[in-house]
């Protein structure tokens, strides 16, 4: 079978749950040309070797072109306007140095160390506060009661969008975050909906950007609203609110798909489970150790602006390049027993954030929430087992993640301890009186005997509570 059928095969949704054994095959060819002229880059030291070569560049998306919609006016003059306006701002993922650079600079000064930690009570809170919701319940899909309304309501608190409005932009987010798969930009309908999703937060941002001029808090829209004067240069309106969406789309499903992803691999390495949660401080190498074997990003696309030879082969200017990180974190000839999840592993130089010039931002923002939310995860819920595996994905092959992913975690465990411990202490009350304290022991013994026997007899979920 030719290169080329193997990177459709990555993108058909029936592979998603494991495309794995297809980018092994497709690493037999470091760099494969696509009947569609693009080229896939497969290995660890291809995509390094290109990942910070200037003549890639990151500006490969079609200009935005509005749908028409049979008024006359929109469609010839105030489309055509608004889309040279868009197509001048995109937000700095899709940018070429030296505007990259500008943007990302004013970005990273508003973006501190010291403000990403702040958030860390914000997350532990939040996180609490969603697993308390799945009190009392059989089962727990961390997807919906977790894993999604986590990254929105932390990024809006950055942000410093009202909680009120949460539940809108979470809606936003969902929409938008398809407009970053390859499919998207195909699709008819599936463009105008970005449009027109695009169109409402944008207005929504230049109100409240507008808003915090007025009335600055310490947030991060506010700093980055009131830079420039006294000879400082200043971040655009248009490239503030393009800057504003591109955070909260790009650490939305990302961050998501971390969490999910992780506690799929951790459910399936209950080993590892179990380790993280006698000792959290094991957390951060889990995590990288998560982006590496599961990543949320598994590729993304440049353009060739030159030819450029690479691993023998010559791709030529003008050619699209498929940079698939997930396939190089997974390359043996860079890691040893590169398929096996092994959070011990020293030498762990992923690509589960990218690389070069547009190395993830929002990277030490992501490992805080993803710490937080696993170990919590791991600490509260009573012997978790997946309901589905593979659990069913959503449709995205760059943004790849299950669509839910049910736990059962089984409360009947404690319940029957509980029960065996007050079966034991009526009978300790009652023996005691009677028959002294041999009987007493025994009594004791058969009790928790019983709880135990229960206990391994019937796991199946139950109406009990799942969560402590
Ligand atoms: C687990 C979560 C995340 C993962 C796996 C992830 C992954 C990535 C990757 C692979 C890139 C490189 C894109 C490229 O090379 O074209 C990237 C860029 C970026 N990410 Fe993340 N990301 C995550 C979370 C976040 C968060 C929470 C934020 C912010 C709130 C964020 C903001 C950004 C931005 C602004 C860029 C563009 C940087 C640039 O172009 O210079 N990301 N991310």
């Given amino acids: 079978m030719g290169d080329d059928t193997l990177f459709a095969q990555v993108l058909d949704p029936r592979n998603r749950p494991d495309p794995y054994p297809l980018y092994g095959r497709l690493r037999e060819t470091p760099v494969s040309r696509q009947a569609d002229g693009s080229f896939v880059v497969s290995t660890h030291a291809a995509v390094r070797s290109l990942i910070f070569d200037p003549r890639l560049s990151s500006e490969d998306l079609p200009p935005s072109r509005r749908p028409p919609t049979g ?30 650079d500008t943007l990302r600079d004013f970005v990273m000064k508003e973006f501190t160390i010291a403000r990403v930690r702040e ?4 997350v532990a809170r939040l996180v609490d506060t969603l697993i308390d919701a799945c009190r009392g319940r059989d089962t727990v899909c961390l997807v919906d009661d977790l894993s999604y309304p986590l990254p929105v309501a932390v990024i809006c608190e950055l ?14 987010a969902i929409r938008l975050a398809t407009a970053l798969e390859p499919d998207a930009r195909h699709d008819e309908a599936g463009r ?8 409402a937060i944008s207005d929504y941002m230049r109100r409240l950007i507008r808003e915090k001029r007025r009335r600055p808090a310490d947030d991060m829209l506010s700093g980055l609203a009131a830079r420039g004067g006294q000879g400082r240069p200043a971040m655009g309106d248009i490239d503030l609110i393009s800057t504003a969406i591109l955070l909260l789309v790009a650490g939305h499903e990302t961050t998501v798909n971390l969490i999910t992803n992780g506690m799929l691999t951790l459910l399936r390495h209950p080993d590892e489970l179990e380790r993280l949660k006698v000792d959290p401080a094991r957390a951060p190498r889990v995590i990288e150790e998560m982006l590496r074997y599961e990543p949320p990003v598994h590729f993304r696309t440049r353009k060739a602006l030159g030819a450029i030879d690479v691993a023998g082969v010559t791709i030529p200017a003008g050619s699209p390049v498929i ?6 974190s997974r390359d043996p000839a860079r890691f040893a027993d590169a398929d096996r999840f092994d959070p011990d592993r020293r030498d762990n130089q992923h690509f589960g954030f990218g690389g070069g010039l547009h ?24 012997a978790p087992r997946l309901l589905d595996d593979p659990p069913p994905y959503r449709p995205g092959a760059s943004l790849r993640g299950p669509k839910n992913l049910g736990t059962s975690a089984s ?10 411990g007050l079966a034991g202490t009526a009978v300790l009350g009652q023996v005691f009186e009677r028959w002294g304290w041999g009987a007493c022991v025994l009594g004791v013994a058969a009790s928790l005997a019983l709880a135990a026997a229960l206990t391994l007899g019937l796991r199946e979920p139950s109406s009990a509570r799942g969560v402590t």
């Fill in 411 to 420: 409360g009947l465990y404690l319940f029957f301890y509980y029960l065996g």
């Fill in 119 to 122: 958030s860390h009570a914000k």
């Fill in 359 to 382: 190395y993830c931002a929002g990277a030490p923002l992501a490992r805080i929430e993803a710490e937080i939310a696993l170990v919590t995860l791991c600490r509260r819920l009573v």
């Fill in 71 to 100: 008024n006359p006016l929109r469609d010839w003059i105030l489309n055509p306007i608004r889309n040279r306006v868009v197509n001048a701002h995109r937000p700095l993922i899709f940018r070429d140095p030296p505007d990259h």
């Fill in 159 to 172: 942000l410093g969008v009202p909680e009120a409005d949460e539940a809108q932009f979470h809606a936003w």
């Fill in 323 to 328: 940079l698939l990180f997930a396939s190089a």
């Fill in 192 to 199: 105008r909906e970005i449009t027109a999703t695009f169109d």
